[in-house]
Structure formats: C-alpha cells, structure tokens
C-alpha cells in the first residue's frame, strides 16, 4: 500500500509542467549573470576582476525613490536612447524584434524587445531600501 501512494506521487510530479522562465531571465543568465550574479547583486564569478564593480541590480529603484529606472537601465545596458553605451556588447539578442516603449517623459521609442524583457525582469528583482 506504501508503494502505491509513492506511485501516485511520482506520477503527479509528471504531469506538472515546467514553469516558464519570466521574459528577459534567459537574457540575463545568458549576458549578466557572470558579473552582476545569479542574485543580482554585483557578486558574479568575473566581478572581482573588473576595474569598477558590477552594480547591485536588486537595489535600482531603492535609489531612483522607489521608482524603478526603465530609461537609466536601458541606457546603461543599450546605450539608450543614445547615451554613452557602458555594458559589453549584447549582439544579435538586441537586433531582433522591436516593440514600442513609452518612456517616463511620455515619448514613444522603437526598442529592441529583448532589451524591454530585460529591464522588465531587473525590474522584479527590486527590494528594499539601500
């Protein structure tokens, strides 16, 4: 009787899909995660030898008021909308798809989608204040 339950267990656990990882999560595992880390927080295997530390990603708007800067992230990863560009080059993930983005200054910009997933995911991982 034991065996059954245990049966009926694993045969549940089958049947349960993978959940999805969230839009912009394989983006930042693929491009991010060696110097910023898997938490996010500038720890990541590469950090140590860079000449400025990566950024804490989780703490973005604890330091933007509680507002988590889309335009400053996007700048900083993209060289968006035409800033100086600062994060390594992210290829052909930031050349596909284009979707439109209305910025805090209400103006509507074409973007790559790819980097309008990213920012969405960093934005998830917000937490409290600095």
Request: aromatic content about 8%; glycine content about 10%.
């Amino acid at each position: 009787m034991r065996y059954t339950g245990f049966l009926a267990v694993l045969a549940l656990a089958g049947c349960v899909a993978d959940k999805p990882s969230p839009p912009g999560q394989d983006i930042y595992m693929s491009y991010c995660v060696v110097c910023h880390g898997r938490s996010a927080e500038g720890d990541g295997p590469l950090a140590a030898d860079l000449p400025v530390p990566p950024a804490d990603l989780t703490r973005l708007a604890a330091r933007n008021g509680g507002v988590f800067p889309y335009s400053d992230v996007m700048a900083q990863v993209h060289g968006y909308p035409g800033r100086f560009h600062v994060m390594p080059e992210f290829g052909p993930v930031l050349e596909g798809p284009k979707a439109m983005w209305r910025d805090e200054t209400d103006a509507v910009l074409e973007t790559p989608r790819a980097l309008l997933e990213l920012a969405r995911y960093l934005e998830t991982l917000q937490r409290g204040a600095p």
